[in-house]
Structure formats: C-alpha cells, structure tokens
C-alpha cells in the first residue's frame, strides 16, 4: 500500500507516514520495503499496524523524538525488530511503554501523567488491532470508518481493505459509485450493506482525491 492510500484509511496524513518511513538520522520508527516502481505500494501490512500505534502515540502529545528514541528501547529491550506490532503491546505494552518513555523522557512523564497516557494507547491498539496465535498483528479494523466496520486482513481482498462481514472490497464500492454512476441505495442492496456503511466508505474514500 502506498503512503498515500495507508494514510487515508488510517486517518493519517501522508506525510506523516512518509516521515516515519524515513530513514533519517537512524532508523525508521515504522518499516517499509522498496516499492516495486516510483510512487509504488511499500508498506506491508506490519507496518499498517506500526502506524496504528504510532498514531495513538502521537496523541498522548509526547514528543516525535522521543517517540523514536522509545521505539528503539523497546526494540533492544524485548529483542523484537517488529515490537509496534506484536502482542505484546497489546499485553504488556502499557508498563513496556512507560518505561521506555520515562528513560528517554522522564520531563514528558512528569508533565503530562505519562502512565495513565500510554495505557489509553494500549487500550486503543486492542481496540483496533487483532493478533494471530504467532504474537503478531493479523486484522486491523480502520478507525475512519467507524461503524462501517472496514478491516485489512492479508486473507482478504489481497491485503486491501475489505468489509469485515462480507469481505467486499471497499474499492469495489468507490469504483461503482464514481465510475458506474450506481446508486448508493442499489450498491447496498447488491451486496447487502447498509445505506450508511456505503456512504461512510465512500465518504472516507472521497478523501483521496483532496
């Protein structure tokens, strides 16, 4: 998925994905692998995870710099190259956070009650995310859609974001409403999905040509 398109059905915006995927002074706070052409898909689904958090951690107001100094902590730490999205953050990632926090931030923690933060964080990824038996990230649902309840999940619709009962593209949604001229009204009744859940899909897709 590319940076463009992970940020809109993130509720992120691209360029801040494009900063995490940045190599920059050290390593990247989120992983991406070289896309296949320019302006190519480059983020697994792994990474759509790490964002997850990463967003949530943005959040809490710490620092984008201490956030980096933290992520590369807890990779020490636990030994884990992908810790953001495994289960145990979802687990123990409340006290792995804070602690990794307070030794890169210890002002931050402090200040801002910096437990009570994280652990919302934490309370946010199981909310959001879904773990296989092997400890890492399997299902992400996708917060822009709110009750729509649109999912990616690497079984379905090839990694792209699907919707969690009937597992129909939302791509195929936005291609009928804006390049089939279809209704909303026969595009739910074709694949028996509410009228609202088509209109929050297509609302969030709306975005991408912003």
Known sequence: MTAQAA????????????????????????HSVAPPA???PRLPFIALAEAQILRELR??????????????????ETGEEYVLATHTIATDGGE??????????PEWVRAKDGQQALRQVVEAVIKFVSYAEDGFAARIRLKPYEAAEVIIDPRFGFGQP????????????????????????????????????VETVLRVMARRAA
């Open 7 to 30: 940020g809109v059905h993130l509720g992120i915006p691209g360029s801040t994905i494009k900063e995490w995927i940045a190599q920059g002074s050290g390593q990247p706070v989120m």
């Open 38 to 40: 320019p302006h190519g």
């Open 96 to 105: 792995l956070l804070y602690n990794a926090a307070s030794r890169v931030a």
């Open 162 to 197: 699907v919707f969690a009962d009937s597992k129909v593209p939302i791509e195929t949604i936005a291609d009928l409403f804006y390049g089939g001229g279809e209704s909303v009204e026969d595009i739910a009744d074709e694949y028996g999905i509410g009228t609202a859940e």
């Open 59 to 76: 959040k809490t107001g710490l620092p984008m710099r201490h956030i980096r100094a933290g992520v590369a902590r807890l990779r020490h």
